[in-house]
């Protein structure tokens, strides 16, 4: 933390310690970004993100990591051009009437009434070393909500806390568990069939 905190000091008037920052969490913003809005705006997003950042940097308070800091830029930037290529961002897998088909796998007993198929393989990393699988997972990932696809990044493939995800996305810690339990259960629906079928 120390560390962070002198880079950040030092990036306020040393043009090379901001690019150590800009080295250290450009990918991870990128992916965010990629989250968000897709691949084909991500890099300008980012880059627009990177420019909010540095006007910012001195007013940034330390109330959070750097890597949430930026983060919360690049949401709101990827949000932002969200709403000038006249979409929405979509809030309404929230509601609470909306249907949890995960529930209907369960009995009232609590056990399995539909059980998952046996998959193939038999750990996540077998799954992954399937490169067609990699692809499907990819347009599994760009068919689940903004928000959706947001929160499963920063948390599964980031290690983001419920808290930062929250502060990042502008939304509530049920919203954010709502989020994560629904695409999670999105992309296993679509991995079983895939282990069924052989296609996406």
Request: proline content about 2%; overall charge negative; some cysteine.
């Given at each position: 933390?120390?560390?962070?905190?002198?880079?950040?000091?030092?990036?306020?008037?040393?043009?090379?310690?901001?690019?150590?920052?800009?080295?250290?969490?450009?990918?991870?913003?990128?992916?965010?970004?990629?989250?968000?809005?897709?691949?084909?705006?991500?890099?300008?997003?980012?880059?627009?993100?990177?420019?909010?950042?540095?006007?910012?940097?001195?007013?940034?308070?330390?109330?959070?990591?750097?890597?949430?800091?930026?983060?919360?830029?690049?949401?709101?930037?990827?949000?932002?051009?969200?709403?000038?290529?006249?979409?929405?961002?979509?809030?309404?897998?929230?509601?609470?009437?909306?249907?949890?088909?995960?529930?209907?796998?369960?009995?009232?007993?609590?056990?399995?009434?539909?059980?998952?198929?046996?998959w193939h393989n038999d750990t996540p990393e077998a799954l992954l070393n399937n490169h067609q699988l990699k692809d499907c997972l990819n347009?599994?990932?760009?068919?689940?909500?903004v928000q959706g696809r947001a929160a499963l990044t920063l948390k599964d493939m980031h290690g983001i806390s419920l808290d930062e995800i929250?502060?990042?996305?502008?939304?509530?810690?049920?919203?954010?568990?709502?989020?994560?339990?629904?695409?999670?259960?999105?992309?296993?629906?679509?991995?079983?069939?895939?282990?069924?079928?052989?296609?996406?």
């Amino acid at each position: 933390m120390e560390d962070e905190h002198l880079l950040i000091a030092n990036a306020l008037h040393d043009h090379n310690a901001f690019r150590v920052l800009v080295d250290r969490y450009y990918p991870l913003m990128l992916s965010v970004a990629k989250s968000i809005i897709g691949d084909s705006l991500a890099e300008e997003v980012v880059q627009e993100a990177w420019l909010s950042a540095y006007r910012n940097l001195a007013k940034f308070e330390k109330r959070s990591s750097i890597k949430t800091w930026l983060f919360t830029i690049v949401s709101n930037e990827a949000k932002n051009r969200l709403r000038k290529e006249n979409r929405t961002i979509s809030m309404s897998d929230l509601s609470e009437g909306s249907q949890d088909t995960f529930l209907e796998r369960y009995g009232s007993n609590g056990h399995w009434s539909n059980p998952p198929t046996h998959w193939h393989n038999d750990t996540p990393e077998a799954l992954l070393n399937n490169h067609q699988l990699k692809d499907c997972l990819n347009q599994y990932m760009a068919k689940l909500s903004v928000q959706g696809r947001a929160a499963l990044t920063l948390k599964d493939m980031h290690g983001i806390s419920l808290d930062e995800i929250c502060n990042i996305l502008d939304v509530t810690a049920s919203n954010v568990r709502v989020l994560i339990h629904r695409s999670r259960h999105q992309i296993f629906e679509h991995i079983e069939h895939f282990q069924e079928t052989g296609t996406c």
